[in-house]
DNA sequence: GCGGCTGACTTACGGCGTAAGTTTGCTTAC
DNA sequence: GTAAGCAAACTTACGCCGTAAGTCAGCCGC
């Protein structure tokens, strides 16, 4: 995730010669010098915003609380990024960027196509999960082109989605078409399940306390109440991409 | 949709020259004085609050302007309203009242609850294709509680989704099996839908004029382009429908 | 006539994104 | 050693935002 920023103690510059003795001798001994400040990055910035949504949430990220976490005054962002719009795409773009870097996503296809839209949509899953706020960011901010849908939002993607299919014997009509299916599917399953994440650790649950009060007028939903408070997200998750891999098995010979 | 300001037109002050004397000369006459100011309420703010959104856009709304669009200064209403977020919401209620205001949207299963799911889901989606630029806050705007699913938020809704497959012969388990399945495949295809339908109109196409350059890279992409760009929104939603019809009467039985 | 109520307007505050200008301190050339 | 160059940060300023608090005009029942 921060793996981009291994070098990050004490960057100002290569430095062939550093210019104040001390940092020198530090330097010397083989110490960094403790009070060195990193110099700002884009990247760097897009990972504080990463973390500040992953911790407070979208709404309450702005510029000048995202300077204050990295010790700088807010206008010093504008020399990385051209604004908060900017920022959020940066943000989007880190985070679809990580879901290519998931080892168990196979950029290609190499036991079969089922075997690879399942990694490809759990390795997904993982990185929605792991960013529940920042998720929902990725669903809906405005994309490039109306044909690249969320969350595989990026040329890339797409473009090694199509040629795993296309590979793998599904017709032009066919790839698309399951490219399609499997975009919503996905969209719809996690955006539900990163809500309920973040509803769960969020706010109160208005509903929940007068159960008998409220819900005396809704009698399925206070009989159900049980099986609608457990979590199966993950079996349900399992379920629908079974049925969807199915559904597509039909759509690739025959469309 | 817009029906709850028929007196639009000057609603600023009662045109200080006529004084009450002359609204009681009219009213006394039968008439309604023609220029007096319609009182805020909340519905009217909510549905100015609504037909902004689907003009201009979410982020474009801020109290001072839905205060100008309204004739009115920002905080008059605060009487009415207690807060930006809470407008927000009531927003999200008002169009999910829609949904169940539709004619062929039936409570009750009267010719199975295959065609009830059916009339569900298409009234659903003539709803969100109305407010394309607003329907996703009623998708990810935080629900009262983690199980009450977008697109169908409110108890009244869930309890008659639950009601009417119960009615059908639905056990326990596979209304609320149907319940998640449902809501998730709604999700999904519509928001990809809407967010398809403001790109339309919105901003540029960063990703197609270079068509040749840019997507060197990207074969399968170019290849498929045409098809890419097809819009089969409408007989995707359908067989994904079909689909998840036949799926829930295995779960019907089963599950 | 009057006191209070309703429904609007006015003022004010702190936070926001960001355009423009300014300071700081290291690097390099002479 | 000193001066020029320059990157990276800070400072100021503007207009818009949400909204707390106070004000004021007209209408009601007494």
Redesign the interface.
């Known amino acids: 995730m921060a793996g981009a920023q291994e070098g990050d103690d004490r960057t100002t510059h290569p430095a062939p010669d550093q210019g104040p003795l001390d940092a020198d001798a530090r330097v010397a001994r083989g110490e960094d010098a403790p009070s060195a400040r990193v110099p700002l990055s884009t990247e760097r910035i897009v990972d504080a915003a990463v973390e500040f949504i992953d911790d407070s949430g979208l709404p309450g990220l702005s510029m000048r609380r995202l300077g204050a976490l990295l010790g700088v005054e807010a206008m010093s962002l504008y020399r990385y990024v051209p604004g908060r719009e900017q920022l959020l795409d940066a943000v989007v773009e880190r985070i679809v960027d990580q879901m290519e870097a998931d080892p168990d996503v196979l950029e290609t296809p190499e036991h079969g196509w089922q075997d690879y839209l399942q990694r490809l949509a759990h390795g997904i899953r993982r990185v929605a999960l792991t960013h529940p706020k920042a998720f ?1 960011l990725v ?2 901010r ?9 969350p595989l939002r990026s ?2 993607w ?2 090694a989605f ?2 795993g299919l ?1 590979r793998e014997g599904f017709s ?2 066919a ?3 399951a ?3 499997f ?7 996690l ?2 399940e990163v ?2 994440l ?3 650790l ?2 109160l ?4 306390e007068d159960a008998d009060n ?2 005396a ?5 206070r ?2 109440s049980g ?3 457990e979590d ?1 997200s993950a079996t ?1 998750f399992e379920d ?1 991409l079974e ?1 969807l891999l199915q ?1 597509l098995t039909l759509i690739r010979t025959e469309s």
């Open positions: 929902p669903a809906s405005p994309a490039e082109a109306p044909w690249l849908r969320p040329l890339r797409v473009e199509l040629e296309a032009d009509n790839a698309v078409e490219y399609r299916a975009t919503s599917f996905l969209l719809g399953h955006l539900l809500a309920a973040g509803a769960d969020g706010p649950d208005v509903v929940e409220s819900l007028f809704y009698p399925n939903i009989r159900l099986q609608l408070h199966h349900e629908s049925n559904r």
